[in-house]
């Protein structure tokens, strides 16, 4: 399914199996940020709305929880084999709402599809614990059960692989689930439900309902909701957890970042280039894990350099077009606010050696933005500071490994940070006081996979269990205890 003109219609929200219009007479237009065309518009949901949406969850939840993993294992399977079917239509629907690159996409897809594998394995993950003989004749044994009904609020830039961080394990889990996507990026979510369907999940297990803060305020606020996963920006994450919390819940909050790579002075400069440069640029910088300040250690002009020429090759333009890598930025008034960062570089005294201002005038129908590198960047620099989440990189300079790591643990931010090097020394000592969550030596995007959890630390991340892996089983089920005596 190719979104056309003749989609331009509004979305519905999925509620228990159907679909269903907003109350709201309130929507947005969702635009393709590589052309403006309008793709469909997006109910702004009511509180109302949610409210249904919560009823039939809570509803499909007293059945739902009944039955057996293995059963519910076998929809995700189905699941899977229809997101592989579909794999290169979800990916072009990505990139048509998104405006990433179409292999970026295909990734993407491939990343949800892997959380999916994940939760098939329920039967095993789901496993309690036993000890027999914890005293005399008496045996203890753990066993878990699911929450209830729980919410997920997710961000624009990954429209697939964030929501599948979420609702496959809450769901194997036993637990009923309502998305509020995020309203610039609200189509793949209606087609993700419709392959459920298809894949014979029950209604009410899975809901979509389509809004802005009203709806993730009435997530927060239901005292039906048992737990709340969030991915987006930093304060939007941090009021959240603050609220969720606030309302008696289980919350985990996935939050901004501002990720550095380091290069040392015997990184293979080649290699190094390349993978700041895909890092970087990728998805336009729109990505949590893209990196976003380097720290150059050493007199390495020559990496500088060549960094600035690679930028010059990149093509910019629409994601469907082969070869390109630079995309567009999701919406015009983002890319304004990345414009007055810029402004503010040079202001505060970086020096812009790459200005990707002048390529915005050549393809005027998409929100882009050439690539842009300040070098001799300070870290108390606005730019060096705040998470800017655009095609803007900032280079540091370094005289050694501690200097970059302190530069590193004063950043609020703490999701990812690389290191390029051979030594096995400097390897060492980056793993050990790297102030982040996610580290990658000689890795670009040291995104972690499906069966390891993914998350941050510091501002990037409020909680404490992440997502994904043994953490996501943990988050979504609470454990029993049963301690029984034999000798009666
Ligand atoms: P965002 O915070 O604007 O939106 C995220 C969600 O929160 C959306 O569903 C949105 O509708 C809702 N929201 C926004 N403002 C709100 C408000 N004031 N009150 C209530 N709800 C609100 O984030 P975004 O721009 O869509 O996504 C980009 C951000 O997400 C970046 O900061 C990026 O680093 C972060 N992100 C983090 C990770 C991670 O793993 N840490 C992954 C992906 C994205």
Known sequence: ????????????????????????????????????????????????????????????????????????????FKFHYLLTEHHEELAKLVVQENGKAFNEAYGEIQRGIECVEFASGAPTHLMGETLSNIAEDIDSEMFRYPLGVVGGITPFNFPMMVPLW?????????????????????????????????????????????????????????????AISFVGSQPVAKYVYENAALNGKRV??????????????????????QNVISSTFGS???????????VVVGENDQFVEKLRKKADELTIGNGLDDEVLLTPIIRDSHRQKVLGYIEKGIEEGADLIRDGRSEMSELTDG????????????????????????PVLSILRAEDLSEGLEYIRKSRYGNGATL????????????????????????GVPATMAFFPFSGWKDSFY???????????NFYTRKKMITSRYDY
Not at 284 to 294: D, F, I, K, L, Y
Not at 370 to 386: E, H, K, L, Q, S
Request: charged share 20%; glycine share 6%; aromatic share 6%.
């Open 1 to 76: 399914m190719t979104v056309t003109k003749s989609d331009t219609k509004l979305l519905k929200n999925y509620i228990n199996g159907q679909w269903v219009e907003s109350n709201s007479s309130e929507s947005l237009e969702v635009p393709n940020p590589a052309t403006g065309e309008i793709l469909a518009r997006v109910p702004i949901s009511t509180k109302e709305d949610l409210d249904k949406a919560v009823k039939a969850a809570d509803t499909a939840f007293q059945k739902w929880k009944h039955v057996p993993v293995p059963k519910r294992a076998r929809i995700m």
């Open 166 to 226: 979420m609702f496959p394990l809450a769901i194997v889990c036993g637990n009923t689930f309502i998305l509020k996507p995020s309203e610039r990026t609200p189509i793949l979510a209606n087609r993700l439900a419709e392959l459920l369907t298809e894949a014979g999940l029950p209604n009410g297990v899975f809901n979509i309902v389509h809004g802005a803060h009203d709806v993730v305020n009435g997530l927060l606020e239901h005292e039906d909701i048992k």
């Open 252 to 273: 985990q909050a996935l939050s901004g970042a501002k990720n550095h790579h380091i290069v040392m002075p015997d990184a293979d400069i080649e290699k190094a280039v």
């Open 284 to 294: 336009a910088g729109q990505r949590c894990m893209a990196c976003s300040a380097v």
């Open 367 to 390: 929100n882009f933005l050439g690539a842009t590198i300040f070098d001799y960047v300070t870290p108390n620099m606005t730019i060096a500071r705040d998470e800017i989440f655009a």
């Open 420 to 443: 390029y090097t051979k030594s096995a020394q400097a390897v060492r000592q980056f793993r050990e006081e790297a102030d982040a969550g996610m580290l990658g030596i000689n890795v």
């Open 463 to 473: 909680g404490d269990l992440h997502v994904n892996g043994k953490d996501g089983i």
